[in-house]
């Protein structure tokens, strides 16, 4: 049996299958990440590879980003990047997100069927992925994701700006509230430790309040004219509703 060279499968893939797709929609490359801007908004999609990848196996992910030029400037003071890349975006997921299967990796290794995977592949970017961008090219609609029973992963400042951005600051302050009052309530801090044997070692603090959060929501709330109100059981160190 030929020796298959796994890297080279792989930049077959991107190349012959995910980069035409791309292309097709306007989106431009850069290594394994793809742009393109819309309506206003800009609209990523990234290739990540797993950092435990070796010659002899590989594995890989879709992310897909949905980003807006004013919230961006808001949250963080300056402008856009040229080619921003799927983690500077407000709203993100990964493809598997779409399909219902949650985290969706695709593996290519000896076992695999290199013409499967890509025909998979191509029907997986053209079932859920184009439709996607296609849709949520209007902004409006990302209100939709905060519907959903498993939200796409938004900053919180993302989120309270696209919700008062598009008509819905009531929510917009319920969220606020709500985020404020679950940052007062003490939390363990919790660490693991990932051994080279699978262990997972894992360790917790005693409950405490990361009063350096708590004063980021508050300053946030001032700046943009929210009431807070706190909770009964959350009403310590002096805090009033």
Avoid at 108 to 131: G, M, W
Avoid at 210 to 215: A, P
Wanted: hydrophobic share 30%; net charge neutral; charged share 35%.
């Amino acid at each position: 049996m030929t020796d298959r060279d796994f890297k080279i499968e792989f930049d077959t893939l991107v190349k012959e299958i995910v980069t035409p797709i791309f292309q097709r929609l306007g989106f431009k490359k850069n290594g394994n990440n793809f742009y393109r801007e819309i309506n206003g908004i800009g609209q990523t999609f990234n290739v990540q590879q797993s950092q435990w990848n070796s010659k002899d196996d590989k594995t890989f992910v879709f992310n897909l980003g949905l980003i807006d030029k004013e919230t961006y400037s808001e949250i963080y003071n300056k402008e856009l990047p040229k080619f921003p890349k799927e983690y500077d975006c407000e709203i993100r997921l990964r493809l598997g997100h779409l399909m219902n299967k949650g985290d969706k990796w695709y593996d290519l290794n000896k076992r695999t069927d290199f013409s499967k995977l890509k025909e998979q592949i191509n029907h997986d970017l053209e079932t859920f992925a184009v439709p996607f961008y296609e849709k949520y090219s209007d902004p409006k609609k990302w209100l939709e994701f905060f519907e959903w029973k498993y939200e796409p992963l938004t900053s919180p400042i993302g989120k309270f700006l696209i919700l008062e951005r598009y008509g819905q600051r009531d929510k917009a302050e319920i969220f606020w509230n709500k985020l404020y009052n679950e940052a007062l309530t003490p939390k363990p801090n919790v660490k693991e430790i990932h051994t080279k044997n699978g262990e997972i070692i894992r360790t917790e603090s005693e409950p405490t309040v990361n009063k350096e959060w708590v004063g980021r929501l508050e300053d946030f709330a001032k700046r943009k004219n929210v009431e807070l109100k706190i909770t009964p059981h959350n009403r310590v160190d002096g805090r009033e509703p």
